[in-house]
Antibody
C-alpha cells in the first residue's frame, strides 16, 4: 500500500521560502509512470492544486513540471529518486500562503484522479 | 481559467437521497472525479471518471455528467456521509487541475 507523508517547518516568516518534502513509502517513486502533486487548502477553504512533477524511468521528458498559473512565478517542485521523495518550494510567502499542504499522486494519464494523498501538513506564515 | 461551481451547503435527512451538482462549461466533455473530505482528514476519491466507484466505496455513491453539470448522488444517506465533497477535472485547455468550490453535506 502506497503511503505519502509530508514534512517540513510548520512556521515560515513572510517573504521567506516555504519548503516541504513528501516521502513516499510502499513503492519506489521511480517505478511506473506517475504524476506527483502538491495541493493546498487554506483554513476553512477549498482545495487548490499547486503543481506537479511527472516521472517515468524511461522517457526523455521525465521530470517535467506543471504549475498553477497563479503560483507559477514562486513555485518549484523537484524529485529525488534516491530518497524516494519529492519536494515543494514556494518563495516570497505571505499570510495568504498559510494552508494545509498535501502531497498526492495520480497515474500516468492526466485525466486520472488523485488516488493517494498524504495526511497534510499545516504551514503558517507569520513573523 | 476553467471554473467548477458547487453549492456551498446541502442538508439531507438520513435515508434520503443527496444530489450534489458541479457546474462547468461543457463539463460533459471532461472526466469528473469526486472527493469526500471529513474533518481533519485528507480527501478520498469516491467517484472517478464521472461514474466509476473505486474499490471499497459503497454502491450508495454514484455519479453522472451531462448538460454542463456533473452530479454526485448519495442514496440512503447515513450520518457517516457528513463531509465536504469536491468535484475535480483536468482542464485540457490549460493543462491544469481544477477543484470545485466544495459542498458541505450535513445530515440532519
Amino acid at each position: 500500500q502506497l503511503h505519502l507523508q509530508e514534512s517540513g517547518p510548520g512556521l515560515v516568516k513572510p517573504s521567506e521560502t516555504l519548503s516541504l518534502t513528501c516521502t513516499v513509502s510502499g513503492a519506489s517513486i521511480s517505478s511506473g509512470v506517475h504524476y506527483w502533486d502538491w495541493v493546498r487548502q487554506s483554513p476553512g477553504k477549498g482545495l487548490e492544486w499547486i503543481g506537479n512533477i511527472y516521472y517515468s524511468g524511461n522517457t526523455s521528458y521525465s521530470g517535467t513540471t506543471n504549475y498553477n498559473p497563479s503560483l507559477k512565478s514562486r513555485v518549484t517542485i523537484s524529485i529525488d529518486t534516491s530518497k524516494n521523495q519529492f519536494s515543494l518550494k514556494l518563495n516570497s510567502v505571505t499570510a495568504a500562503d498559510t494552508a494545509l499542504y498535501y502531497c498526492a499522486r495520480h497515474d500516468e494519464d492526466r485525466n486520472d484522479p488523485f488516488d493517494y494523498w498524504g495526511q497534510g501538513t499545516l504551514v503558517t506564515v507569520s513573523s | 481559467s476553467y471554473v467548477l461551481t458547487q453549492p456551498l451547503s446541502l442538508s439531507v435527512a438520513p435515508g434520503e437521497t443527496a444530489r450534489l451538482p458541479c457546474g462547468g462549461n461543457n463539463i460533459e466533455g471532461k472526466s469528473v472525479h469526486w472527493y469526500q473530505q471529513k474533518p481533519g482528514q485528507a480527501p478520498v476519491v469516491v467517484i472517478t471518471y464521472d461514474d466509476d466507484r473505486p474499490p471499497g466505496i459503497p454502491e450508495r455513491f454514484s455519479g453522472s455528467n451531462s448538460d454542463n453539470t456533473a452530479t454526485l448522488t448519495i442514496s440512503r444517506v447515513e450520518a457517516g456521509d457528513e463531509a465536504d465533497y469536491y468535484c475535480q477535472v483536468w482542464d485540457d485547455g490549460s493543462d491544469h487541475y481544477v477543484f470545485g468550490t466544495g459542498t458541505k453535506v450535513t445530515v440532519l
